[in-house]
């Protein structure tokens, strides 16, 4: 069986994250699984808050333009996002707009053909109660009817995540980490099946 490749992201790239905490243990989850992870910073890409003047005046960033060729080369995406009042945060969303924003150039496939069909798996974390589960509808709402990807429907949030990691950035709860595994599992499963239909 061929490898599947996933693409690690984090709605938040803030040191200290538990988002990007989460996501680690959950990459080193898919590790376990087989699957080889890769990730990306969606930070570095230094995309500005979009504004259509700036897309008129000198285009899509540099910065979308490789987020969809990490997406083009994953089988599928692996994503931790915090919510902020409800929502996945500002720099996920704003990544994702802008690639929306990208046309086909050449063989090169547009930003929304990168993502179509792309299988995805979400968690969050948040020092709350609920861990960020109001975010996560609407995470998954956002990523499948404008992004076009295929959320599985198994997801986690991570309620008192300021307490949950032991010092090596382990989930200290077996519980924890076996809804992690379930999210994992599942996005491989969906991943590993389509590829091996392509
Ligand atoms: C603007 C803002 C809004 C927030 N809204 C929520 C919220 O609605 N629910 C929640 O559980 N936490 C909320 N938080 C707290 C975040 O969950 C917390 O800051 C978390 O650590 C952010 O994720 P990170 O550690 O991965 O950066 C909010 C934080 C900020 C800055």
């Known amino acids: 069986m061929t490898t599947v490749r996933l693409l690690a992201i ?14 680690d243990a959950a990459a080193t989850s898919a590790r376990a699984h087989g699957a080889q992870v890769d990730g990306i910073d969606l930070r570095s890409l230094a995309l500005p808050l979009y504004d259509g003047d700036i897309e008129k005046g000198a285009g899509v960033p540099e910065g979308a333009k490789r987020l969809r060729e990490a997406l083009l080369a994953a089988d599928g995406v692996l994503l931790a996002t915090p919510e902020y009042n409800g929502f996945p945060t500002p720099l996920l969303v704003n990544s994702f707009d802008w690639l929306s924003r990208l046309a086909a150039d050449g063989a090169v496939p547009s930003g ?3 993502t179509a069909g792309k299988p995805l798996g979400i968690v969050s974390a948040s020092p709350g ?4 589960l109001r975010s996560l509808n ?8 404008a992004i076009a990807m295929m959320p599985v429907p198994q997801q986690f949030a991570l309620a008192k995540a300021h307490e949950a990691f032991d010092d090596a950035g382990a989930l200290k709860d077996a519980k ?9 599992a ?9 590829k091996s239909r392509s």
């Not at 984090?10 to 996501?23: I, V």
């Not at 109660?129 to 960020?132: P, R, S």
């Open 138 to 145: 609407f995470t998954r709402q956002y990523l499948s009817m």
């Open 129 to 132: 109660l609920l861990g960020g």
């Open 186 to 194: 599942s996005l491989i499963r969906v991943a590993a099946a389509l």
């Open 10 to 23: 984090s709605g938040s790239e803030r040191l200290g994250s538990l988002n990007r905490k989460l996501l």
């Open 176 to 184: 924890h980490q076996a809804s992690v595994d379930a999210v994992v």
């Open 112 to 114: 929304l053909a990168a």
